[in-house]
């Protein structure tokens, strides 16, 4: 059945998970609700994380409405942003608060995750920041690279790259 809905061979599944442990069983295959037990623990999506949004603007408005975080996991637990006339506003249950606050809701809060949603010419700021009150991940929607330590892990994405990979698969 994996294999069906993946278009990978039974073969190859099996290699894959076996580099995993053991588990499943040879001519039966696998329980499912033990097998997804399994690959949520391999995946660290057993677990709930916190994260930190900044940027209330059009996408970061986007992601605090968006419900698909919860149901795997990530729960925006604060926003952070610069504009006076959106600071205290709430966006859904969340209120938006200064950006002068987040280094030290960041570190009592323990967060390791962030995501930025600013223009360009913010995002290297906010990142530093970010990584000054202890986060480790940062999903980053400024059209910029941003420089960081190693430990620190930062994924890019930018819409208009994106979409120019979408054009290549057309062509």
Known sequence: MLSEMTGISPHQIRKDLSYFGEFGKRGIGYPISELLVTLKGIL????????VLVGAGNIGTAFLRYKGFSKRGF???AVFDNDIY????KIGSIKIRPM???EDYLRIKKIKIGII???A????EVADKMIAGGVRAILNFAPISIKHPREVIIKHIDIAIELEKLVFYLS
Do not use: R, Y
């Not at 660290?44 to 994260?51: E, G, R």
């Not at 959106?86 to 506003?89: A, F």
């Not at 010419?121 to 290297?124: I, K, L, N, R, T």
């Open 75 to 77: 729960m925006i637990k």
């Open 121 to 124: 010419e913010s995002a290297q």
């Open 100 to 102: 002068k606050e987040m």
């Open 117 to 119: 949603t600013v223009p």
């Open 86 to 89: 959106k600071i205290g506003k």
């Open 44 to 51: 660290k999506s057993n677990k709930k994380w916190d994260i």
